[in-house]
């Protein structure tokens, strides 16, 4: 995995959800919100590596990141409060919340607000999940915008690897084909040799063939805006439907979310299984060891 790769898989804000409770909260949701910006992700339990050293890993990594923990989850020698009050202290400009199982008294959420959210001081909220899963869609995601989950992009980009192209053909130009630098739903781009592709500024390129981690659409594009980069022209396209409206046509856009998000997952879990294997070793190789891995040592 490249440096560069590295730097923009870490860039942006990430919202991680810490051993969570998935016939309550499927994965799926995960997809959904991509779409309205929020770049989320799972970080389930194992018994290699514990919970509160991962936590640690993907704070010392991913610093513009949110963690919500299932204080439902049950994990022998941790203790939720014990870890997120240690967390807290270490990292006091980080963000946490909790999530829980809808609980039957009042006095028992309560309980758990007081605990939380004054005592321990965490910001997210302290959120109560229904029994009914088609409940917490909605639920989740208006945590997601209160707490500014978004962050600066209003489209999460998929750093994109070799099985990510275009090709489209014209009198101009001849046949252009190269690997995708990254996509959304809105934009993607490419970089090109200079001078090997001519274009106006918002001039129209009808009818590109695209294969995203084996999905193929078409779809027009527009010239967004060019930029030199060491290794030639940056050129970064605007989608646009058949109608000329900005964006994907529905049936793509709905192909591609997913591809988007399994470009993303992949990326971000290649980068934290390889930190938590590098952390697993190292504490496997004495007590002293430090578990913090340095990032720059998985290039």
Known sequence: MSSNLVEEIIKGRK?????????????????????????????????????????????????????????DASI?????????????????????????????????????????????????????????????????EQVLYANQAMGRRKNVRAVCSNNCSFQFSSEQNGVIHSRITDISISHFSVVLPEGQLQLADYEKVPDIAFTIHGLRFRSDAVLYMTRAVESGTLFVFAFQTKAGQSGLDTVNRQLLIPKIYEIMVENCTDLLNKLFTSATRKRDSGPSSDTVTDVQAID
């Open 76 to 140: 022998q020698g941790t203790s939720w409060p014990h870890l997120i009050k240690g967390m807290q202290e270490k990292y006091p400009s980080a963000l946490f919340g909790v999530l829980y199982a809808k609980r039957q008294s009042l006095s028992e959420r309560q309980a758990l607000e007081r605990q939380y959210l004054y005592a321990i001081g965490i910001q997210c909220g302290c959120i109560q999940l229904e029994y009914q899963k088609k409940n917490n869609f909605q639920l989740i």
């Open 15 to 71: 919202t991680f959800f810490i051993a969570p409770d998935k016939t309550l909260f499927p994965q799926t949701y995960l997809e959904e919100y991509l779409t309205q910006g929020y770049e989320c992700y799972f970080i389930d339990t194992d018994i290699f590596l514990p919970i509160e050293v991962k936590i640690d890993i993907i704070l010392s990594v991913f610093k513009d990141s949110i963690l919500f923990f299932n204080i």
